[in-house]
């Protein structure tokens, strides 16, 4: 035989020889997940039935059948019909924020004084802090609905300093202890924008009010770095009980980013973080943070420990729609002196996008009223123009209210929505009070934001909100409260479909941090990031998608959370 036929010959045999071999030769994976509902979330194969994972990514997906016959495990994980989606992405909230949140007494739906001094005596058994803090009493709620005093406070608190914070967080209640140590007496003046409440118009009572309740700031002692990071690990460890497998972290400082990095290294952390930080001291100066000086020339850091991303800067352009301080372009329907307020400058906006892509990093603006948003898509818009590269995703956070010709641009400049179903639900109530029946057609607008063929990232804000991802994925996709109120929905024709609701808390919340190509789908290649559900929520009657429970959380392919 010539040489040349051998050649062919023997790359003909080599082919078959592999050939064969990818067919019968099973490929090695650390666990295999075998008879699920699984949702992938990918359109190439929305559905499967099991996963086969090495170390932290995803190698196979397909029916049980076809997994079992390519791979071999020593690990399988049985899922008994049970369903599978893409790990769950809060894509704005506040780690710290639920921390501190969870650390401090809830006086939500307290109904007395009394019930709060027992609440306080409580805690101060349990507790070695000195400091005693809590949030959320009303004393309308109550049915002495005079502002409560120290006395009652005081027979608890021992020598422990009490703060417990209203509902609102105007106003503080305060025991002794705290007013003796600020110093503020019966001599003490009321401060600009300030109420310091007295009994008989002389002696402090112990709740102070705006500006009054700054007077004790400088003696609430800052928290140390142990403390910072054992506030995240409770936070986070809540996230994982609810399925979060990554939380976009709005606003962070130099503090809690040492405090990840701690967590990260002492391998503690159970979830990912994609942090944009937090800028400014304060928006009045607006001078660069520590945070800013030490974060922003280095550039982004990226995946730090499989689990810490740092490349985005959080910015404010108005306020909160409840407290009237979003900035509106004709006045609140319900307050008609009053267009909301503006922190930032389309200017200055300006300015830090042009500095945040110098150096590599995304902008996350907060913007509630149709004029925040208004001015924000403004000067995104400028900068944009002149940006040659890859769009650098800038996002607009809440979205809240839109003038209904913003509503395309957000496709055309490819800024990212970043919304949080939950706030509808939860504003519902009162949001048309605000804005009129014009206006709130064009708010929490989310179908006509998908109809322009944009992407919607999924959040809570939690703690403003709960955690829970669900209750997010049901207010998308039901636009009703966790009573089914009301039964088709609030402005039903905005609603998210099932499929674009789960999307929003996985797929497209991985986008909007560039995470795209290595998570938020059920796809070889990809991290193997999970949550395993009690119920189909793609399939079962509306009213039974608040039943289901997240029997597991898989991150990096390691359960970081079973019920
Ligand atoms: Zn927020």
């Not at 990809?526 to 559900?533: G, H, M, Q, R, W």
């Amino acid at each position: 035989m010539k040489p040349r036929y051998l050649l062919v010959l023997a790359i003909v045999l080599t082919f078959i020889f592999f050939k064969y071999f990818m067919h019968t030769v099973q490929e090695y994976a650390t666990t295999v997940y075998i008879n699920g509902k699984i949702y992938t979330c990918s359109d190439q194969q929305p559905t499967a039935e099991a996963i086969a994972v090495s170390g932290s990514k995803i190698i196979g997906v397909g029916s049980t059948e076809y997994i079992l016959a390519h791979f071999k495990s020593q690990d399988t994980f049985n899922l008994q019909g049970k369903t599978v989606v893409p790990g769950l992405i809060d894509a704005h909230a506040h780690i710290l924020g639920l921390g501190n949140a969870l650390q401090n007494l809830n006086l939500v739906g307290t109904t007395s004084a009394e019930q709060i001094a027992e609440m306080v005596q409580k805690k101060v058994s349990e507790t070695e802090s000195d400091w005693i803090f809590g949030r959320g009493w009303d004393q309308n709620d109550w049915s002495d609905k005079d502002f409560p005093s120290h006395d009652i406070l005081d027979k608890v608190s021992g020598n422990k300093f009490v703060i417990l914070t209203r509902v609102d967080g105007h106003a503080v209640w305060v025991n002794k202890k705290v007013l003796e140590t600020a110093g503020i007496t019966f001599a003490t003046p009321d401060p600009e924008g300030g109420l310091i409440v007295r009994d008989g118009s002389v002696n402090p009572t112990g709740i102070l009010i705006d500006n009054a309740t700054s007077l004790i700031d400088k003696i609430i002692p800052q928290k140390t770095e142990k403390e910072i990071e054992e506030s995240i690990l409770l936070a986070a460890n809540e996230c994982v009980k609810y399925g979060l497998t990554e939380v976009h972290d709005m606003g962070v400082d130099l503090k809690t980013i040492k405090a990840y990095f701690n967590l990260i290294r002492e391998n503690k952390l159970p979830l990912r973080i994609y942090a944009a930080i937090e800028p400014f001291d304060d928006y009045i100066r607006m001078q660069r943070s520590a945070t800013w000086n030490a974060i922003i020339p280095r550039g982004p850091v990226v995946n730090f420990g499989d689990r810490l991303t740092i490349r985005a800067i959080k910015l404010y352009v108005d306020g909160a729609l409840g407290s009237r301080g979003a900035a509106l372009v004709e006045p609140y329907s319900d307050d008609k002196q009053n267009r909301g307020l503006t922190m930032m400058s389309e200017d200055s906006i300006e300015t830090v996008c042009r500095e945040a892509l110098k150096h590599g990093f995304q902008v996350c603006t907060h913007a509630i009223g149709d004029r925040g948003n208004h001015i924000v898509l403004d000067a995104y818009e400028k900068v944009l123009k002149d940006w040659k590269g890859v769009s650098p995703r800038f996002r607009v956070e809440h979205v809240q209210v839109l003038e209904p010709n913003d509503i395309p641009r957000f496709r055309e400049l490819k800024v990212i929505p970043s919304m949080q179903p939950t706030h509808a639900t939860s504003d519902m109530y009162w949001a048309e009070d605000r804005l009129g029946s014009e206006r709130v057609k064009y708010a929490y607008a989310w179908r006509s934001i998908l109809n322009t063929k944009m992407l919607i990232a999924g959040g809570s804000d939690f703690p403003v909100e709960s955690p829970n991802p669900l209750l997010g994925f049901f207010a998308a996709c039901t636009r009703a409260d966790k009573n089914n109120y009301p039964e088709s929905g609030w402005y039903g024709s905005q609603k998210m479909s099932r499929e674009e609701a789960l999307k929003a808390f996985t797929f497209w919340a991985a986008d909007a941090a560039f995470e795209e190509d290595w998570k938020g789908t059920i796809e070889e290649g990809k991290v193997a990031d999970f949550t395993i559900l009690s119920k189909d929520i793609m399939q079962v009657p509306q009213k039974e998608i608040l039943d289901t429970v997240v029997e597991f959380t898989i991150v990096g392919g390691k359960i970081v959370y079973q019920k």
